[in-house]
């Protein structure tokens, strides 16, 4: 009885294992694609030279166009003359069956 149970046991923990792996990866994909974006902002040189506003703004619509919840308050911006780093911190909330995940996430970029 013990053999045939512990092969069904395996699959059954990788199917989970998969299955939260394809509900949780689409989060980290985002994060991934929208720190690549901050990092390019960062290496373009002109941080220094836009308003905060307006680079927050920028960085707002950044976002919303990579599907990422976040509000004006979580992202941070340390402008030096040598030195600019953004940071964006962020949670995201993902319902799975039974269970509700909290994501938290800080992509930053800077140079």
Do not use: C, W
Request: charged share 25%; proline share 7%; net charge positive.
């Amino acid at each position: 009885m013990k053999k045939r149970l512990r092969p069904a046991l395996a699959v059954l923990l990788l199917g989970i294992f998969l299955y939260l792996g394809a509900g949780l990866a689409p989060y980290f994909i985002r994060n991934f694609r929208f720190a690549r974006e901050l990092a390019v902002i960062t290496r373009s040189g002109k941080i220094s030279a836009q308003p905060p506003e307006r680079l927050r703004a920028q960085i707002m619509e950044l976002a919303r166009q990579q599907g990422i919840p976040i509000k004006e308050e979580d992202v941070l911006l340390e402008i030096a003359p040598a030195q600019d780093r953004i940071t964006v911190r962020y949670r995201v909330e993902v319902k799975l069956p039974g269970y509700t995940v909290y994501l938290h996430f800080a992509p930053q970029a800077g140079r």
